[in-house]
């Protein structure tokens, strides 16, 4: 692909040779290229691909003489506390550095799988000169990462679901030490009968907190109980279904461990449904610290991630590379602790095998 730039690189295409490549004036194709929409879709889409084809280069609308102000910021929802935590933390390391952030959802095609509104972010991006992006849960496809590496945008994941591509710099929360820690508090509680609920397998954060809930296990001298160890999405009703499923066990645990407060809410109703109650029939312990942990009676005790602080740090380190600097390490990982609310005590003498 033609690359522009740098001692040694080959000039990329004309604008011309992508308006002849895609078959339609140089006016339409510069329209496309700046973002216009008034472009018919089907040709809208001729001209991305064969930008993308010959590897044409958008140039950001500034200049050397003065640096980019806006930083673009991915979530995956505008609508969850997680996400107002994020960007809580972004604002204000932007605000610290005479930046601004523009915040857009996760980037998906359209009804029909088409990429066209991939392209025209993407395409956007470069025309307001964006310092770089930060994505937070929101997993770029393999072309759109090929793409900011091609246009020299640097960009940082925040939270990452799974392992990044080789290179992609990160930033996260201790993810194995919380584990720990929450499963080592229900096990000074006197629990030995600990339970997890984890998001889907091979996810990142989930198999690391899951990994700190075994070694916690392992270091008191107790063998982990696959039966224990549960896996599903990270929504309340898949969590209230695993929850369930553990207490029709012959022996149910009387801890468990949520690796997201969300998940902590659907286990608080699957108690509920049973005359359970928490944290005298059934401690419970969460991951995240988001607000709604101090809504439900009782509070949640939780892990904290720190969101916020996640965020500052990922669009420092951005700035950083946009000056050139690259992290010594592509992962920093951020201290987690536990909060603890009113939702575990040590295990309760009901009957049943409670006690």
């Known amino acids: 692909m033609a690359r522009s730039g740098g001692a040694g690189m080959t000039a990329g295409p004309t604008l011309a040779v992508v308006a002849r490549e895609a078959g339609v004036s140089v006016p339409t194709a510069s329209k496309v290229v700046n973002g216009r929409e008034d472009v018919a879709p089907e040709t809208r889409r001729r001209v991305t691909e064969a930008l993308d084809r010959l590897g044409y280069i958008r140039r950001p609308r500034f200049d050397g003489a003065r640096s980019p102000r806006l930083v673009d910021l991915v979530v995956h929802s505008l609508g969850d506390s997680a996400s107002g935590a994020v960007l809580h933390g972004a604002e204000e390391a932007a605000h610290d550095a005479g930046l601004e952030i523009v915040v857009s959802a996760a980037l998906t095609r359209d009804r029909a799988g088409r990429p066209e509104r991939e392209r025209a972010w993407l395409d956007k991006l470069v025309l307001r000169g964006s310092a770089g992006v930060l994505f937070h849960l929101v997993e770029p496809a393999g072309p759109q990462y090929a793409w900011l590496e091609q246009h020299r945008v640097p960009f940082a994941l925040i939270d990452?679901?799974?392992?990044p591509p080789p290179g992609a710099v990160s930033v996260g929360g201790a993810n194995w030490q919380g584990g720990v820690t929450a499963t080592e508090h229900l096990l000074s509680l006197g629990h030995e009968r600990v339970a997890v609920i984890a998001g889907r397998r091979r996810t990142m954060p989930g198999a690391a907190r899951v990994a700190g809930y075994r070694s916690a296990l392992a270091a008191a001298g107790l063998s982990h109980r696959p039966e224990y160890v549960r896996h599903t999405g990270p929504d309340e009703t898949a969590a209230r279904r695993r929850m369930r499923e553990l207490l029709d066990l012959p022996e149910p645990p009387t801890a468990v461990f949520l690796c997201s407060d969300r998940m902590a809410f659907g286990v608080?109703?699957?108690?509920?449904e049973r005359g359970l109650r928490v944290p005298e029939d059934m401690s419970?312990?969460?991951?995240?610290?988001?607000?709604?942990?101090r809504w439900p009676a009782p509070a949640l005790t939780?892990?904290?991630?720190?969101?916020?602080?996640?965020?500052?740090?990922?669009?420092?380190?951005?700035?950083?590379?946009?000056?050139?600097?690259?992290?010594?390490?592509?992962?920093?990982?951020?201290?987690?602790?536990?909060?603890?609310?009113?939702?575990?005590?040590?295990?309760?003498?009901?009957?049943?095998?409670?006690?």
């Not at 608080?268 to 509920?272: P, Q, R, V």
């Not at 419970?284 to 942990?293: I, T």
């Not at 904290?304 to 965020?311: I, T, V, W």
């Not at 990982?333 to 909060?339: A, C, F, H, I, K």
């Open 302 to 355: 939780t892990v904290r991630q720190p969101l916020a602080e996640m965020a500052a740090t990922a669009l420092r380190l951005l700035l950083r590379m946009k000056d050139g600097h690259r992290p010594e390490s592509t992962r920093t990982e951020l201290s987690t602790r536990l909060v603890e609310r009113a939702s575990t005590a040590p295990p309760g003498s009901r009957p049943g095998g409670r006690g």
């Open 268 to 272: 608080y109703e699957a108690l509920a």
């Open 284 to 293: 419970v312990v969460g991951f995240d610290d988001l607000p709604e942990a």
């Open 160 to 163: 990452p679901v799974h392992e």
